[in-house]
Nanobody, 115 residues
Framework: QVQMVESGGGLVQPGGSLRLTCVTS????????MAWYRQVSGKQREQVASITGRGRTDYADSLGGRFTISRDNAKNTMYLQMNGLRPDDTAVYYCKPRDLLNIAWGQGTQVTVSS
C-alpha cells in the first residue's frame, strides 16, 4: 500500500520561508517521478513541482523561481523549499508519485501565509 505523509506546513508571514517534507512508503521510491501539489479550498488541486528519480525538476510557471524541489532516495523522502511566500501560496500541500493515478492522497500539510 502506497502512503505519503506530508509535514512542515504552518503559519508564516509574507516573504517568509517554509520547508515541506514528504515521506513515502510502499513503492520503489527512486524510480518514480514525485510531485508536489496544492489545493485551495473550493478550487482544483494544481501541480506545483515535480522531480524525476535522477533529480530533473519542473516547476509551475507561476512560482517565479521561489520554490525548490529536491529528494533523497535513500530516505524515500522529498522536499519543497518555499521562499518568498505570498498570501496566494496559502493552500494545503500534498505530495504523490505523479504517474500513480489510483492511489489515495495523504492528509496534506496546511501552509498559511498571512501577516
Amino acid at each position: 500500500q502506497v502512503q505519503m505523509v506530508e509535514s512542515g506546513g504552518g503559519l508564516v508571514q509574507p516573504g517568509g520561508s517554509l520547508r515541506l517534507t514528504c515521506v513515502t512508503s510502499g513503492i520503489n521510491f527512486s524510480i518514480y517521478v514525485m510531485a508536489w501539489y496544492r489545493q485551495v479550498s473550493g478550487k482544483q488541486r494544481e501541480q506545483v513541482a515535480s522531480i524525476t528519480g535522477r533529480g530533473r525538476t519542473d516547476y509551475a510557471d507561476s512560482l517565479g523561481g521561489r520554490f525548490t524541489i529536491s529528494r533523497d532516495n535513500a530516505k524515500n523522502t522529498m522536499y519543497l523549499q518555499m521562499n518568498g511566500l505570498r498570501p496566494d501560496d496559502t493552500a494545503v500541500y500534498y505530495c504523490k508519485p505523479r504517474d500513480l493515478l489510483n492511489i489515495a492522497w495523504g492528509q496534506g500539510t496546511q501552509v498559511t501565509v498571512s501577516s
